[in-house]
């Protein structure tokens, strides 16, 4: 039984989160928490990389951070922090799901899974994809994550249009809109499913 469950329903969800990057993902999660349309507190973030200026919008807001490239290490501070959920926030690396936290780890991905993920599916790599395939809508995917890269039960998507004249940038900056509002919402749907609200 996930520890979760064992918690109350009003209490807000412990947040881990990894990143590998420059935290935009994670700075929209922190907005969300401080206007009051997260209720959530993130207690600690880790990267992969020591230049990830993600670990900086981490410190400016107090917030313990890491760089741990180990599994093992990553899950042992998980557990040192007593995280009820994981999220992914432009974590490039395959992450590992140990028993304990299966359904438990959630990630964004910047197309409609399951087509245009995998590895090496990220960012603009995606967008790319997306207009060289010609389909004529994109948007984002919200899924738990298991032992493959953009795999696992998907718990909410947004669609957005492709337009006329789009790059991968233009796409990108209309399907990151798109995230600010479905990673919060699907973290909040998660957590009522783990605490028997929904």
């Known amino acids: 039984m996930s520890a979760a469950n064992n918690k109350p329903a009003s209490q807000r969800p412990r947040l881990g989160v990894l990143l590998s990057g420059t935290g935009r993902t ?3 999660l922190l907005d969300r928490i ?3 349309h997260l209720q959530a507190c993130v207690a600690g973030v880790a990267s992969d990389r020591d230049d990830a200026f993600g670990l900086q919008r981490a410190m400016d ?5 890491r760089t741990l490239r180990d599994p093992s290490k990553i899950w042992s501070w998980i557990h040192e922090l007593d995280c009820d959920l ?3 926030c432009g974590y490039l690396r395959l992450l590992p799901i140990i028993p304990d936290f299966e359904g438990r780890v959630l990630n964004i991905h910047p197309a409609l899974l399951p ?3 995998g590895k090496g599916m990220y960012g603009e790599n995606v967008h790319a994809a997306v207009l060289k395939a010609g389909v004529k809508e994109s948007g984002c995917t919200v899924h738990l994550c298991n032992n493959n890269y953009d795999d696992g039960r998907m718990l ?12 991968p940038q233009k796409l990108g900056a209309r399907v990151f809109q798109a995230e600010c509002a479905a990673y919060p919402a699907a973290i909040d749907m ?3 499913e783990l605490t028997g609200q929904a």
């Open 34 to 36: 401080d206007s009051g």
């Open 190 to 192: 998660r957590w009522q």
């Open 86 to 88: 994981i999220l992914l």
């Open 115 to 117: 087509d245009f993920g």
């Open 156 to 167: 909410m998507q947004a669609r957005v249009p492709v337009l006329p004249g789009d790059t």
């Open 61 to 65: 807001h107090g917030i313990e951070t």
């Open 26 to 28: 994670l700075q929209n």
